[in-house]
């Protein structure tokens, strides 16, 4: 079984500051990871996703993650914060010979002006 | 291409009522996921289709909630009857059977329910 911890269910920082969002993940086989995005009474949109390939993944809108498998964590990272940036995200992870995606609670994003 | 239609996008009802959603999912999609999120939680999946089989539907409430894509396409998520603890938004997405994108699921913009 898989499960994700979102530490964090608020984050707030200052446009052009460091956006940091922590997972870490819980799986008994290698898994498959993904961060999601999700703006207010909008679908969820793929950021970027991990699938056994360079740990050091590079997604969408400037964001990344990086693949740590002695910490089991999947952490996502943007340099400098956009106010577009504000919205909801959302880690999940799969394992890779399942369908089934088991998402973290959420951290809410707010970028300060 | 389009993306994963839903509607309607937002539905008030009282409980003990009965509602009904639909999903249209991204042309030649093969799969086809229900996913509720409560209000501060992440999604859960309901019910996951292949074609118009049903692959895993484990965590349905099977005594209220039922679920049908007859024809391979659409599909349709009803609630009968609804209790308070429906309120949720309820997500379709989907995603191609095998190919690059194997591991990628598109989702649509949800229905909010209400339940009072």
């Known amino acids: 079984a898989q499960s994700v911890t979102q530490l964090g269910s608020h984050v707030s920082v200052s446009e052009g500051a460091l956006v940091l969002l922590r997972c870490n993940y819980s799986?008994?086989?290698?898994?498959?990871l993904f961060w999601y995005v999700q703006y207010p009474n909008q679908g969820l949109q793929l950021l970027l996703k991990?699938?056994?390939?360079?740990?050091l993944v590079k997604g969408i809108n400037g964001f990344e993650a990086e693949f740590k498998k002695s910490e089991t964590s999947f952490h996502l990272t943007k340099p400098s914060a956009h106010m577009s940036d504000a919205a909801e995200y959302f880690c999940a992870v799969r394992n890779p010979n399942d369908y089934k995606l088991s998402f973290g609670a959420g951290t809410t994003v707010t970028v300060r002006a | 291409e389009a993306g994963v239609a839903q509607s309607p996008r937002y539905k008030i009802i009282e409980k003990r009522q009965s509602v009904a959603f639909w999903c249209n999912p991204i042309s030649g999609h093969a799969t086809l996921y229900w996913y509720q999120q409560i209000l501060g939680q992440g999604p859960k999946l309901l019910i996951q289709f292949q074609n118009n089989g049903v692959v895993d539907d484990s965590q349905l409430p099977k005594d209220r909630f039922s679920a049908e894509r007859l024809k391979g396409v659409d599909s349709t998520l009803k609630i009968q009857p609804a209790k308070l603890e429906d309120s949720a938004v309820y997500l379709c997405?989907?995603?191609?059977?095998?190919?690059?994108?194997?591991?990628?699921?598109?989702f649509g913009p949800g229905t909010r329910l209400t339940v009072l």
């Open positions: 799986s008994s086989v290698p898994p498959y």
């Open positions: 991990y699938t056994s390939a360079a740990t």
């Open positions: 997405a989907s995603s191609h059977l095998a190919g690059e994108n194997y591991n990628e699921q598109f």
